[in-house]
């Protein structure tokens, strides 16, 4: 009786982890596919890919985080392209843009003249603030990342040059089941951001509502 009732611990445990595993896999493969441009992509003109900070570990080294969004880059070059790592030493003193360039030309083979980095940004928000002077020239325009977190950073994009937001274009984000360890993790941080962004919508909803009973 007593291993029949592991047993079924087990496979509750196991069909949860799956559940899980699958749904992170569904947000991000549905993430891959929003906020891109409405200009058709003819696949010519200058090609130029952002990628996303995350802090690098207190050694230095790259985090895995790190690793997979340089990936993604790598496999998303085209002919021509050119790479801005954004993020700046946000946790500690690496700059975490440096340390992805490092490591993308070193270990991927990403060309050093194909590389461009900015070194301030500390959010998401940022990112693209301060990289936007380094791409607006650019034909097509990739957000590198984890699809959660590229699709969030395409619609800042979308809020803050909605004429640069016209040339966004799928980055090789999504494969199924890839670092589907990362992927659930970010899966949370990405759902508890659009937590906030609602909770903060309602709240000022709710002020606005209360300023205009005042005036009545």
Request: aromatic content about 8%.
């Amino acid at each position: 009786m007593r291993t029949k009732g592991v047993g079924a611990i087990l496979g509750c445990a196991v069909a949860i982890a799956a559940a899980i595993v699958s749904g992170s896999e569904w947000m991000h493969w549905r993430a891959a596919r929003r906020y891109l441009g409405t200009r058709p992509d003819t696949g010519h003109g200058t090609h130029a890919l952002v990628v996303l900070g995350f802090p690098a570990r207190a050694d230095g080294s790259t985090h895995p985080l790190q690793r997979w969004r340089c990936r993604i880059a790598a496999r998303s070059m085209t002919p021509g392209a050119f790479v801005v790592f954004s993020g700046g030493a946000v946790k500690g003193p690496w700059v975490e843009a440096e340390v992805m360039a490092r490591y993308a030309h070193e270990r991927l083979g990403i060309p050093a003249e194909s590389i461009r980095t900015e070194t301030e940004a500390e959010t998401t928000w940022q990112n693209i603030e301060f990289t936007i002077p380094l791409i607006e020239h650019a034909d097509r325009i990739a957000i590198v990342s984890s699809p959660m977190h590229a699709a969030r950073a395409r619609r800042y994009l979308h809020l803050q040059r909605p004429d640069l937001a016209a040339r966004l274009t799928p980055a090789a984000d999504y494969r199924p089941f890839e670092a589907w360890w990362l992927k659930t993790p970010t899966a949370v941080h990405e759902l508890a951001a659009i937590a906030r962004r609602n909770a903060g919508r309602m709240v000022v909803r709710a002020l606005g509502e209360l300023d205009l009973r005042r005036t009545e």
